[in-house]
């Protein structure tokens, strides 16, 4: 299994960045691709998931309303599509993916329940 991410970059306070996570060698349609960020001397956090079965979602607090995850089964990919930055968004982001039919979304937020993971992404945004 390969995730690969792309679409970080430096972008200014309130601006937009759409992060995509391609996966191969994935059953893409039976589980879970959370996306995870991790800033420098912080824990990784989870950020938000979704189900590659049905398209239900979840998100942390922080990015609620701001962020929004989406899927293309098509493409074997998610995307993270990130609106209203601030500075403290700033991070390395990883997707991460796992073969479940789970249904409660908000255990995969925590990152010990996946199986794969990206190499990550980084996005910076100015204040």
């Known amino acids: 299994v390969q995730l690969v991410e792309s679409g970080g970059g430096l972008v200014q306070a309130g601006g937009s960045l759409r992060l995509s996570c391609a996966a191969s060698?994935?059953?893409?349609?039976?589980?879970?691709i959370g996306w995870f960020r991790q800033a420098p001397g912080k824990e990784r956090e989870g950020v938000s998931c979704i189900s590659t079965n049905d398209g239900s979602t979840y998100y942390a607090d922080s990015v609620k309303g701001r962020f929004t995850v989406s899927d293309d089964n098509a493409k074997n990919t998610v995307y993270l599509q990130m609106d209203s930055l601030l500075p403290d968004d700033t991070a390395v982001y990883y997707c991460?993916?796992?073969?479940?039919?789970?249904?409660?979304?908000?255990?995969?937020?925590?990152?010990?329940?996946?199986?794969?993971w990206g190499q990550g992404t980084q996005v910076t945004v100015s204040s």
């Open positions: 991460a993916a796992v073969n479940t039919d789970a249904t409660m979304l908000w255990i995969y937020l925590n990152s010990y329940e996946y199986s794969y």
């Open positions: 060698g994935f059953t893409f349609e039976d589980g879970i």
